[in-house]
């Protein structure tokens, strides 16, 4: 019995066989050729080309219907990569100026164009750069007649566990279609396209399980644990016995959960508390009302804007808004404006072009860049205002960290409702407009930004990588991040003293929302409206039902007196265990 350990992307436990997938990057020969042969070899690299571009065509025909649309915004990405110069053509110019086999022009290519995307800092560029790598792997490949990886991901693969160096997005895809229990990679982070895209599938994933591949025999038993980030070889039978009975609770557990989907969320000592959902894209609607979500907590409404080559004008993020808004009835939906920068970029950029910047999280993002580029801004603006004539919805500012900023920012409603109103365009004139507080600056000051904002959410993702002084994603100092650190619940109690001392409602959209964790200590300190994945709603739920605020509140007050890191994790476990 082998254990590895990896960082787990999408929960959920697997039991099967192992799949290996050896498909490290192959060995390429370097040869000269004679100048009459150089036209042969050419048209060998342009067949190869197309040959590449008809297996996207492939993956992209087998894209399971109900599929996230971002799937096939991926396939596309490779195509539109494919399609151009430096991939499609350059390689053709190498190999008559450098009279090379066509292996050896394409692969001196793919290194130039990474060597290029080395030198960029920022972490969406960096995924550019295996989406790169990808496809050059995949002409690669042909060229080299390795084995089609098509016909590869096309075996009877049901219920089989695949152990792979590196997947595509489109692999991803691949295994969902043929129905595998899970995946494992040697390589990949928390939020390379293809984590994100198995979170989005419901399959149970692990990346960075170093040289899986190597441990791993094909045919294996393998146990997978999404949720710890654990892969079992080999196990021995009382394990074995012991997930497949944990497997059983979880399918008696979810249907069980599924029991509480029409009942209200409220504490034994009658205290409602709202849960809401986060969503990123119009169609993740269904899942919210298959929770019956008390609303949307948070739209993410940036993710629009990525995988695609051009940006969505005012119509096209007016409809957008529209789905969500006709699809939730009379629940509220809360649109976040577009939290782009750092990690979060479209393909066609929309920073400037100027802007180089060491430490992208601190930048030009979230509504610094909007105030930035009203070009950018307005166009959503008015999107939002048009929406909220059908529905109730609330716009909230992301990043805000000065009250200058702020003030801007109502300003320019202001003014784009004087607009709307002149064109005869229906919009509510008291749309509710609130705040994230994800800055520290905003948690310290929160009494001063709350007389300006009709509600307030706590962005715990943000709101823990700024007081902690750890970026988000990088897997180097992830060991940092805790909920629990004494400053981010002071700063989490300074927002809820705020918010009730100017009498606007507090939310919390961060991830800690949806942990169960922290759910007691939240309801103890006075959090009432919680919104996370919809996939954890029911869980939430659960634990509210079961709980007494009024008690949980005495137990939160004796921790937060606490110093002692060990003693207020422990105290929080003896809350979970009802101690
Ligand atoms: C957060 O920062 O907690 C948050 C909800 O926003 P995002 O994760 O989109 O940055
Ligand atoms: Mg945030």
Known sequence: ???????????????????????ERPEVPEYVLPRELLDDEVRRFEDAVTRARDQLERIREH?????PPEIASIVDTHHL??????????????????????EWALKTQGDALAAVFDQMEDPYLRN?????????????RILLMAEDEHEQISGALEGQIVIANDLSPADTVLLKHHRVAAFVTNLGGPISHTAILARNLGIPALVAVHNATRYVRDGEDLIVDGKLGVVIASPEKHVVVEYRQRQKEITLLKRELARLTESRAVTRDGVEIALLANIELPDDIKTVNKVAASGVGLYRTEFLFMNRADLPDEEEQFRSYLKVV????????????????????????????????????LGLRAVRLCLHDTSLFKPQLRAILRASAYGDVRLMIPMLSSLDELTRVLDLITEVKSELAHEGQRFNPEIAVGGMIEVPAAAISADLFAPHL????????????YTLAIDRVDDAVSYLYDPLHPSVLRLIQMTLQA?????????????????TRYTRLLLGMGL????????????????????DQADLQVQAEALLALHDPRALHDGVDRMNNGH
């Open 1 to 23: 019995m082998l254990t590895l350990h990896g960082t787990g992307v999408s929960n959920g436990l697997a039991i099967g066989k192992a799949y290996v997938l050896h498909r």
């Open 63 to 67: 894209i399971p219907p109900g599929a």
């Open 81 to 102: 990569i494919l399609r151009d110069k430096l991939i499609g053509e350059a390689p053709a110019e190498l190999i008559r100026r450098q009279q090379v086999n066509a």
């Open 128 to 140: 550019r750069k295996v989406d790169v790598a990808q496809v050059v792997d995949r002409v690669l």
């Open 326 to 361: 006709k699809s939730i009835g009379d629940r509220p939906v809360i649109i976040r404006s577009l939290d782009l920068g750092a990690d979060k970029q479209t393909n066609g950029g929309v920073l400037p072009h100027n802007h180089v910047t060491a430490n992208p999280a």
């Open 454 to 465: 009709d509600f307030f959410s706590i962005g715990t993702n943000d709101l823990i990588q």
């Open 499 to 515: 918010g009730s001392a100017a009498g606007i409602p507090v939310a919390m959209c961060g991830e800690m929302a949806g942990d």
């Open 528 to 547: 009432r409206e919680f919104s996370m994945h919809p996939s954890g709603l029911l869980q939430v739920k659960k634990i509210v039902l079961e709980s």
